[in-house]
């Protein structure tokens, strides 16, 4: 689609880049408004939502492609100089307004199954940017898009906006344009990214002004300032050949320390703590994620002996029913956690890692289950697993002795409860989240012995080969940042068989099975890439055998460049055409993301602290 786009409009992005002082004349703009800085942070915000409606508002009946295309761009921009305000305030409605041109279905309960056709400013530009455009389906799209701006503009109210909130936007502001921002995941036609990133960074800017006199130290403030301004010049160049790894390296990560930095300085505390942990200095170390915000229970770290506990009960074959089966069957601390089949032994599907599985909102490849205490109930009353039930599983740890006088002590209960035994394993697999792989160790400066393939393929990953649109990082599963709320699915056409002739679907439907519904058949849960190269065979099915093989189908479309034609493909179906020489550097990045040598994922590479 990018072939066919209007010339003019990479003119139009160009001339918005040049206004007068647009990137540096904020400092100038320090307000003597004798308002709060609350108060001005929500005329600010206002501002950019009355503007960016407006822009919508002149789409509507206009049948000038390069004013369309013009209005589109400002409006664009005035968006996303909202944006950290916005996605904070009112994470819902930014959602709707930045949501990819794919359907969205919610699915509660069997009588509760929504399916959404899309809107936003991605249906825009994937409407506008084209040879022949549909005025009348484009003046709908953006008199909807323009509603909702004009609904937030009218209801949001920022009468509860504390300090630590405003700091928590700015956070959320720059991280997420290192992880989804830089990537192409929300301009994917225009690939507009960059001049989009650097607008969020114009309006984290114009917050830091605001928030001037809150700072008790000027140099805290010229020092978060600078870094900002840095971040917008860093972000100038080519989408194609920009240099994430180097930006990320040398601007995020910097600036997570500025951040922590100025929480010292303006003396805030936080009342408690999202997925990201508020004392977070890296996106890619084991001390980033918050575990508990995955769970369903509340706690600041985990805890040793329930996590030694949890590793017993794991390698436990007698919770099964004939005694012949533990978790540890299928997932082999020496494979990573998987077991090197291609599917499961008696199970059709293929298993999964349970490193970093702790790092999601949903589990098995359809999502079926909510939490990782969830899935153990599954596993042990699965006909082709354990295939037993809760109850046993209660009386095998009741009349073990060493595990009996364990639970007293760990959960202060007289009785061996099944919840402990679940919550136990559950807290041996969040213990599984070590970011310590080498790619992990160059982000964070202890090493630099990342080669320039294993850095190209890091910027192919984000960039051109759009790998990180689903894998996001620094997770690189299918948990969306900055909230970490879901795990998504995708359908990408995966064959039953290793044939590019002749291939046909998969007979697995996936999702499907779980609701019924048919706009989910084929959809599976995105995994993580993380030691993917101890992990094979690859998909749900196991039928690539090598990472060459899984970049080759992506490479040429999916499902729909083999002759698999399925309407709601997710996974674009342009081909990436990659070079052999950006497949083998794709190929080095994965490897990269392995935490040390198969096997020693209980030695050599480090656990999340546990206390």
């Known amino acids: 689609m990018r072939n066919i786009l209007s010339q003019k409009a990479y003119v139009f992005i160009g001339l918005l880049l040049l206004s007068p002082c647009f990137f540096s004349c904020k400092k100038q703009a320090e307000s003597k408004n004798d308002s709060s800085p609350i108060d001005q942070l929500a005329e600010q915000y206002y501002g950019h939502l009355r503007k960016s409606y407006l822009y919508l508002d002149s789409i509507t009946g206009e049948r000038s492609q390069r004013k369309v295309e013009s209005y589109f761009l400002q409006s664009r921009k005035h968006f996303k100089m909202a944006e950290p305000i916005l996605a904070f305030m009112d994470s819902e409605n930014y959602k709707f307004l930045n949501q990819p041109n794919i359907s969205k279905i919610e699915e509660e309960d069997f009588t509760d199954i929504k399916i959404k056709s899309p809107k936003g400013f991605q249906v825009l530009e994937e409407t506008i940017f084209v040879e022949d455009p549909d005025w009348k389906s484009i003046g709908k799209t953006a008199q909807l898009t323009a509603g909702r701006l004009k609904l937030l503009h009218r209801n949001t109210s920022f009468d509860f906006v504390q300090p630590y909130h405003v700091l928590w936007m700015v956070r959320d502001g720059f991280v997420r344009v290192a992880l989804t921002g830089i990537t192409g995941f929300d301009s994917p036609v225009l690939e507009n990214s960059l001049t989009e990133a650097r607008y969020v960074y114009a309006g984290l800017q114009e917050t830091l002004v605001l928030f001037k006199d809150q700072f008790q130290n000027e140099a805290v403030y010229e020092k978060a300032f600078q870094e900002l301004e840095k971040s917008i010049h860093a972000l100038e160049g080519d989408f194609g050949t920009f240099d994430r790894y180097g930006f990320i390296k040398e601007h995020t990560q910097p600036m997570l320390g500025i951040w922590n930095e100025v929480v010292a300085d303006w003396g805030v505390t936080f009342p408690f703590e999202e997925a990201i942990r508020n004392d977070a200095t890296s996106l890619f170390s084991d001390q980033t994620f918050n575990i508990s915000y995955f769970s369903s229970e509340s706690f600041e770290d985990l805890d040793e002996e329930k996590v030694a506990l949890g590793k017993r009960l794991f390698n436990e074959k007698a919770f099964s029913l004939h005694g012949d089966m533990s978790c540890a069957t299928c997932h082999l601390p020496e494979k990573q956690f998987t077991d090197g089949r291609k599917t499961a032994m008696g199970n059709p599907r293929n298993s999964p890692t349970l490193v970093y599985a702790a790092l999601q909102k949903g589990f098995f490849y359809d999502n079926r289950s909510g939490s990782l205490e969830g ?237």
Request: aromatic share 10%.
């Open 375 to 611: 899935q153990i109930v599954d596993v042990t009353t699965n006909e082709n697993e354990f295939h037993t039930d809760l109850d046993h599983l209660q009386t095998i740890a009741a009349n073990n002795p060493s595990y009996a006088k364990a639970f007293r002590a760990l959960y202060e209960s007289e009785e061996v409860l099944e919840g402990d035994i679940r919550n136990a394993i559950a807290s041996y697999i969040r213990s599984l989240v070590p970011f310590y792989s080498k790619f992990d160790r160059n982000m964070n400066g202890l090493e630099e012995t990342l080669t320039a393939d294993e850095r190209e393929g890091f910027n192919l990953f984000m960039g051109k080969a759009k790998c990180a649109t689903c894998h996001f990082p620094p997770i690189f599963n299918g948990t969306v940042p900055v909230t970490f709320k879901e795990s998504e699915m995708e359908l990408i056409g995966v064959p039953g068989a290793n044939d590019t002739i002749n291939a046909t679907i998969d007979d697995d439907l996936g999702r499907y099975e779980v609701y019924h519904t048919e706009e989910r058949k084929h959809f599976f849960k995105t995994p993580t890439v993380r030691n993917a190269a101890h992990t094979a065979p690859f998909m749900h099915n196991g039928v690539y055998n090598t990472l060459e093989e899984v970049i080759d189908f992506y490479d040429r479309g999916g499902g729909a460049g083999i002759g698999i034609a399925l309407e709601n493909q997710t996974l674009p179906t342009d081909k990436l055409e990659l070079t052999a020489s950006e497949k083998n550097a794709l190929v080095a990045f994965i490897e990269a993301l392995s935490d040390g040598a198969p096997g020693n994922q209980e030695g050599d590479v480090k656990q999340m602290a546990v206390k």
